[in-house]
């Protein structure tokens, strides 16, 4: 004989446990998320000309140009200028 009661409760038991998890996690990865969005911030507000940075597909150069709000000049090899958005900028480098 099937109980179907203890199956029943069996399986609100786990979608509780999952939904319990789910929002841990989602509470976590707000909180990371918050703090990278910060660090990108002061990257974009302290970048400045003779800066060497590191772009999101992995590339470095260093800043020549500053032009409006959103592009700067880089230079990835010598005499190799490219101008980029300063929102690609993932790290300055030290």
């Known amino acids: 004989m099937i109980r179907w009661d203890i199956i029943l409760w069996t399986c609100?038991?786990?979608?509780?446990?999952?939904?319990?998890?789910a929002m841990i996690l989602s509470v976590i990865s707000a909180v990371n998320m918050r703090k990278r969005?910060?660090?990108?911030?002061?990257?974009h507000t302290t970048l400045a000309i003779g800066s060497k940075v590191m772009f999101a597909g992995g590339f470095y150069g260093k800043v020549v140009r500053m032009g409006d709000e959103?592009?700067?000049?880089?230079?990835?090899?010598?005499k190799t200028i490219v101008d980029v958005s300063r929102f690609a900028v993932q790290a300055i480098v030290e």
């Open 70 to 78: 959103e592009i700067i000049g880089v230079e990835i090899a010598p």
């Open 12 to 21: 609100i038991t786990i979608a509780v446990l999952m939904g319990i998890f």
């Open 37 to 43: 969005r910060k660090e990108i911030g002061s990257i």
